[in-house]
Structure formats: structure tokens, C-alpha cells
């Protein structure tokens, strides 16, 4: 195919989202809008940038032969599930309808939490067992994360990337029934080598209730001289892919972790919903 360049530009198109586990709480937020988007400079393909909204994939390939749950070594790959960057300066901006605190303070290290289509690379020599590699390794297409109040003035957060750690997962224990929590950070304690050579159930262990993802801490974006932007919120998050790479980031939704008060009403709906599904 030949070689394309295109940008696409909208405006806060409201979504209604529809909470996984139980009825919608507050706080329960994916970005609401794609402010802009930027193909990077090579083959087009995934350029939708609506696969970026609402609530990151549980199931993938339905439709097709090959429907599965979303699981470190299955990521979500349909074109209509993630939205690809593109490679060489493409960019993603995405929006939200309300501010995005930074809850400074709190005892949580994330404010947001991206997720892609990354997934640890697999021993396949004992099979049909399979095992994540050793050492433990993902398919990552980092991409940058910026922040920003008026979609103007933008500030890096360093050191978390996009498309990298966590592969998302979708149900607790990979078991296909319990939904895992899309706006619970995976413990900042947790390191890749910690995932050598694991069974896909023992990682899944690993994640507790968390559904994986980049978590990303307002606190931590800084200026063009590298010191503390001082955000106390955010409107707008923009991911991008470097000059002259040649892979494509591929964001499949941005959470926004609610406060701590919020949190709690969450995991209480989602025991209520788990409690229901086993009494029918």
C-alpha cells in the first residue's frame, strides 16, 4: 500500500459508558472524546480513533473464528477495538468532559491508567502448556505521555509509557467470569522479572483485581526543563510516537482512577454483581 499521511480532528462527542461489573457509579470515567489525531507517516490501518474510548476490551475477535478473553498472551487485535497511532510523529489527543484531579496525597500512585494491545512474549515448547518467557519480555511499542489543562501547553510524565507494562487483563484470575477493575492500578511494587517464566494463571495471580495498564501520576509531569508542572488537574492526554520510529503505539482506552471514597462504592457494586450472578 502506498505510503499515507492524514489528520483527524473532532470535538467532545459525549459517550455514555456503561460500567462492566455493576450499574455506574461516580467516578467511573473513560476519556469522553478524541480531541485530535494524527496517522504518523507510513501504512494506514487500526486508524479509527474512536477505539480509544470508553472501556478497554474484556473479549476480542468476536465475530470472527478466533473469540477469546483479553489475557497477557491475548490481546484485544480487532480494528474496531484499538486505535493505532502510526508510526514516525503520530499522535493521539484525547479529552475528558470534566477535569481529571490530580489527587495528591491519597495513597494511589495514578490518576489515569492507559491501555494498549501489548502482550508477554511466550515459551511455546511445552505445548499446549504455555509460559511467558524467561527472562519475561512484552511486545511493547512505547509510545509518550503528555498531559495537559487546555490542550496547548503540554507536559511529559517520564518514565510511563503507553502500548508497554501492563498487557491488559480482562477477568480476575483469567477464569472468563469475575471483571477485573479497569480503574485499579497494578501494585507499583510489581517488576517484569517478577513474570519469568510464569503459567498465564499465575500471572493472572500476579494482577489481583487490577486489569493491568500504564498507570500515569499528574504529580509526575514536568516542563520542558524537566521540572514539576504542578498540575492540580487535567483535561487532555496526548500520546505520540517519536520521530522516525517505525512501530504504531495502539491505545485501547484511558480510565481515570476515581478517589478513594469512589473506589470503595466501586468494589462494593462489583461484589454485589458477582454475589447476584452466583444466587441465579
Not at 455506574?24 to 477505539?51: C, I, K, L, Q
Not at 476480542?60 to 473464528?65: A, H, K, L, P
Not at 477469546?68 to 491475548?74: S, T, Y
Not at 480476575?172 to 498465564?200: Q, R
Amino acid at each position: 500500500m502506498a505510503t499515507m499521511r492524514h489528520t483527524w480532528i473532532g470535538c467532545g462527542t459525549v459517550l455514555v459508558m456503561v460500567a462492566a461489573m455493576s450499574a455506574p457509579a461516580a467516578g467511573m470515567r473513560y476519556a469522553d472524546f478524541v480531541h485530535a489525531y494524527t496517522w504518523g507517516n507510513g501504512e494506514a490501518g487500526y486508524d479509527d480513533p474512536s477505539g480509544a474510548l470508553g472501556r478497554p476490551e474484556r473479549m476480542t475477535g468476536e465475530g470472527t473464528d478466533f473469540p477469546a478473553q483479553v489475557e497477557p498472551m491475548n490481546p484485544p487485535w480487532l480494528a474496531t477495538e484499538i486505535a493505532s497511532i502510526g508510526p514516525d510523529s503520530g499522535e493521539l489527543v484525547l479529552g475528558f468532559n470534566g477535569p481529571v484531579l490530580n489527587d495528591r496525597g491519597d495513597g494511589f500512585d495514578a490518576d489515569l491508567i492507559v491501555f494498549g494491545n501489548t502482550f508477554f512474549t511466550g515459551d511455546f515448547s511445552n505445548w499446549p502448556d504455555v509460559y511467558i518467557t524467561t527472562p519475561a519480555a512484552t511486545n511493547a511499542e512505547v509510545g509518550k505521555i503528555e498531559v495537559s489543562q487546555d490542550a496547548a501547553a503540554w507536559y511529559e510524565v517520564p518514565g510511563v509509557f503507553a502500548d508497554s507494562l501492563w498487557p491488559t487483563l480482562g477477568y480476575v484470575g483469567a477464569d472468563g467470569v469475575t471483571p477485573t477493575n479497569f480503574w485499579e492500578p497494578m501494585a507499583p511494587s510489581l517488576a517484569l522479572s517478577d513474570f519469568d517464566g510464569l503459567s498465564l494463571a499465575d500471572a493472572a495471580a500476579l494482577y489481583g483485581t487490577s486489569g493491568g495498564g500504564a498507570a500515569v501520576d499528574i504529580s509526575g509531569a514536568v516542563d520542558e526543563h524537566d521540572a514539576p508542572a504542578g498540575l492540580d488537574w487535567i483535561s487532555f492526554i496526548r500520546v505520540t510516537v517519536p520521530a522516525g520510529e517505525t512501530y504504531s503505539t495502539e491505545v485501547d482506552g484511558v480510565a481515570v482512577v476515581p478517589e478513594p471514597a469512589t473506589l470503595g462504592v466501586v468494589a462494593l457494586g462489583s461484589l454485589t454483581a458477582l454475589w447476584r450472578r452466583r444466587r441465579g
